[in-house]
């Protein structure tokens, strides 16, 4: 069925992992990046994103010659886009790179072939993807035209965890939504070479809309979890502990309080549902604004912890937008860091990042800040912040933080 071996489009923390998953089981697979730094990193063997045995994975398919790596698109059985999906400055839907992905498969099709979307993407991009490529290849027939097919278009959300891809992209459950029934069985066809688990079959729309709700329901449960963190602070009660009491309660089961809301998911497709419905979506646009308010609250804790001192010392420690993972993208910890630095300019900014080597383009231009060891950060810091629950923070002791003024977004050091 996949004989001329199958493309994926984006070769970053989702298009990657799946080359992996589709080589590992001895199918030929070409992974597509604008990047030509990442295709030649990827060709040597090695993976340029870090992620548990992806390393290994990449490696090891490239050394069979079941993985190989390029900047242009080469014909084949099956397309997988798997390009970023950001929204731009008023929270609208930015499609460009999706929009750019299939203007890049449409020369290629000769008929036979499925094109499945994996990228998170607003309820119609499905559609709207089958028009842009029959505009762009008016010789053969698409999903949303009459008749039988010549190509077929779905939807298939990853649904991974940083930190835990290469396990879960195997085992989880995945949904595929075709625009027809047999756009469906075609692309389930794909992730059977390498998902153990339950492959649902549904619509396109559905697909794109369930894959948004499932991040929207976690965005909606964290807003609550740090609204009522800022209610806490407000009435001098430990939040933890509150949370911590309630959850005693068969029925209850609140998150824990953060800094904010990042990553490539929870933090963006809550808009792509708002977008979609603008007057229907009060809660969901109401839970974006708590979370996206909550690094400013964070930065005026840390303003108030070093009020009065001179020439203070403040150890942010962690960038990553969650544990154990090297991934900056909308990290509110890479958001707090920089602002805390400029609006502190007769402060020390130390930031702690055990997972990076340099600090992130965002913030390499600030004069008062550095990024430190987690050791050094905090023997030389007046003020101690803790950004992010990496394991390795553990070693830091109660001993080393006395006398410091602590600032806990995540209840780490209680």
């Given amino acids: 069925?996949?004989?001329?071996?199958?493309?994926?489009?984006?070769?970053?923390?989702?298009?990657?992992?799946?080359?992996?998953?589709?080589?590992?089981?001895?199918?030929?697979?070409?992974?597509?990046?604008?990047?030509?730094?990442?295709?030649?990193?990827?060709?040597?063997?090695?993976?340029?994103?870090?992620?548990?045995d992806l390393g290994v994975a990449v490696a090891g398919a490239v050394a069979r010659g079941l993985l190989t790596a390029t900047t242009e698109v080469p014909a084949a059985d099956a397309f997988l886009i798997a390009v970023?999906?950001?929204?731009?400055?008023?929270?609208?839907?930015?499609?460009?790179?999706?929009?750019?992905?299939?203007?890049?498969?449409?020369?290629?099709?000769?008929?036979?072939?499925?094109?499945?979307?994996?990228?998170?993407?607003?309820?119609?991009?499905?559609?709207q993807i089958s028009r842009w490529l029959s505009e762009a290849r008016p010789d053969l027939t698409f999903p949303h035209q009459p008749g039988v097919p010549d190509v077929h278009v779905a939807h298939c959300p990853e649904r991974v965890l940083p930190g835990r891809i290469m396990i879960e992209m195997?085992?989880?459950?995945?949904?595929?939504?075709?625009?027809?029934?047999?756009?469906?069985?075609?692309?389930?066809?794909?992730?059977?070479?390498?998902?153990?688990?339950?492959?649902?079959?549904?619509?396109?729309?559905?697909?794109?809309?369930?894959?948004?709700?499932?991040n929207s329901f976690r965005d909606v449960n964290i807003a609550f979890a740090?609204?009522?963190?800022?209610?806490?602070?407000?009435?001098?009660?430990?939040?933890?502990?509150?949370?911590?009491?309630?959850?005693?309660?068969?029925?209850?089961?609140?998150?824990?309080?953060?800094?904010?809301?990042?990553?490539?998911?929870?933090?963006?497709?809550?808009?792509?549902?708002v977008s979609a419905a603008p007057h229907r979506t009060r809660l969901i646009r109401t839970a974006r604004?708590?979370?996206d308010a909550r690094p400013g609250s964070v930065v005026d804790a840390i303003a108030?912890?070093?009020?009065?001192?001179?020439?203070?010392?403040?150890?942010?420690l962690g960038l990553a937008f969650k544990a154990n993972v090297d991934d900056l993208r909308g990290s509110p910890a890479v958001d707090i860091t920089g602002r805390v630095a400029r609006r502190l300019p007769g402060a020390s900014v130390l930031a702690v990042e055990p997972h990076v080597g340099k600090l992130p383009p965002m913030l390499d231009d600030i004069a008062n800040l550095a990024l430190e060891?987690?050791?050094?950060?905090?023997?030389?810091?007046?003020?101690?912040?803790?950004?992010?629950?990496?394991?390795?923070?553990?070693?830091?002791?109660?001993?080393?933080?006395?006398?410091k003024q602590i600032v806990d977004t995540r209840g780490f050091f209680r």
């Fill in 373 to 403: 060891s987690a050791a050094d950060a905090v023997a030389k810091a007046d003020v101690v912040v803790l950004l992010v629950d990496h394991n390795q923070f553990r070693a830091i002791t109660p001993a080393e933080l006395d006398g």
């Fill in 289 to 291: 604004e708590v979370n």
């Fill in 226 to 273: 740090n609204e009522l963190a800022a209610v806490c602070e407000e009435v001098e009660v430990d939040v933890w502990e509150v949370i911590r009491l309630a959850n005693h309660h068969p029925r209850v089961d609140i998150l824990s309080p953060g800094p904010g809301v990042g990553g490539h998911c929870i933090a963006v497709d809550p808009w792509f549902i």
């Fill in 170 to 214: 195997v085992t989880n459950d995945r949904l595929v939504g075709g625009l027809t029934p047999a756009c469906s069985a075609r692309a389930a066809a794909v992730y059977r070479i390498f998902c153990e688990g339950e492959i649902l079959l549904t619509d396109a729309a559905s697909a794109e809309m369930a894959k948004l709700t499932e």
């Fill in 304 to 316: 108030t912890a070093v009020d009065n001192m001179v020439d203070p010392v403040v150890a942010c």
């Fill in 1 to 52: 069925m996949f004989g001329h071996g199958i493309v994926v489009i984006g070769l970053g923390y989702i298009g990657l992992p799946t080359c992996a998953a589709i080589a590992g089981r001895g199918v030929s697979v070409t992974g597509v990046d604008v990047n030509a730094c990442t295709v030649a990193e990827i060709n040597a063997g090695r993976s340029p994103v870090f992620e548990p």
């Fill in 84 to 127: 970023p999906t950001p929204f731009t400055d008023d929270h609208q839907p930015d499609l460009s790179h999706v929009h750019a992905a299939t203007a890049s498969i449409a020369p290629q099709l000769r008929g036979g072939e499925v094109v499945i979307l994996e990228s998170t993407s607003p309820p119609g991009t499905t559609l």
